[in-house]
């Protein structure tokens, strides 16, 4: 049932190893107590052993994203739910990684992916939701619009600025004026925009 909210188009069957599980839970808690060294090497050695074990890799991109590599961290994050799509923690860091790279619309839709996982009343859904809604004040205090309507447009100038970069003067004219009906203060150099944040 969970599978199905996350739209999932297909069964999945992942492996689940307890002990492994433990391991990792000692090398994250060592991470989170700034003992970053001690806590990859155990995660590095699952590695060799476990090379596509979820909880593995989701530990290693933590201890990435602890560090401040996000870049290594968000392949790891998205490795781990392509791996077992039910790892809420491993959605709600890729949100929040995805927040710190200013990529918004990633980070909503793993943010929302959570959600989906742990429920609005679990602990992963209710730091997710809460991160939502600040993102929401914040679209809305900046450009009194709401988050859906911002990453609505945010698509839309992407399709737009391909256009232009194509040649398609027309076409990108129109959808730059559709742009500026829904938010008139979306100008280049005024309105941070995710794209200028991507690799």
Request: with cysteine; charged share 25%; net charge negative.
């Amino acid at each position: 049932q969970r599978e199905k909210q996350l739209n999932h188009k297909k069964d999945f069957l992942v492996e689940i190893l307890p002990e492994i599980d433990e391991r990792c839970h000692v090398a994250l808690e060592l991470a989170e107590k700034g003992k970053l060294a001690q806590a990859t090497a155990i995660l590095e050695e699952l590695r060799q052993q476990h090379p596509n074990y979820h909880m593995v890799i989701y530990g290693i991109g933590a201890c990435h994203a602890l560090r401040g590599d996000l870049d290594q961290a968000i392949p790891c994050f998205e490795r781990a739910v392509e791996i077992f799509p039910l790892l809420a923690q491993a959605h709600y860091n890729l949100g929040t990684a995805y927040m710190q790279k200013v990529n918004f619309q990633k980070a909503v839709s793993a943010y929302e992916n959570a959600i989906a996982v742990d429920r609005r009343d679990g602990e992963v859904g209710r730091l997710a939701r809460k991160h939502l809604d600040e993102l929401e004040t914040l679209v809305r205090s900046h450009s009194g619009i709401s988050l859906a309507q911002y990453l609505n447009n945010t698509r839309t100038f992407d399709k737009a600025f391909a256009a232009l970069r194509d040649g398609q003067y027309p076409l990108s004219i129109e959808l730059f004026e559709q742009v500026l009906k829904v938010d008139e203060t979306c100008i280049e150099g005024r309105h941070p925009h995710p794209r200028h944040h991507r690799e």
